[in-house]
């Protein structure tokens, strides 16, 4: 079955291209930065998920952090 009719795969399809596009992101930034707008923009608004998501989860980290301490 496709990916695009097995909600599972579906899912496992977006998160990997997340992560891809924020790892192509950590070794070239200049590559997915001068692409914002137009087809290839959507791996940019990928990496800028990925980096979002990760401030997020570092902030609810020091949170937490700081509550048990």
Known sequence: MSAIFNF???????LLLICTCAY???????ILDRNKTGLLGI?????????????????AYFKTYNRIR
Do not use: D, G, M, N
Not at 8 to 14: A, E
Not at 24 to 30: D, F, N, Q, Y
């Open 24 to 30: 192509v992101r950590s070794l070239a930034p200049s």
């Open 43 to 59: 791996f940019w608004k990928c990496a800028r998920i990925a980096v979002k998501k990760k401030k997020e989860e570092y902030e």
């Open 8 to 14: 599972q795969s579906l899912l496992t399809v977006i």
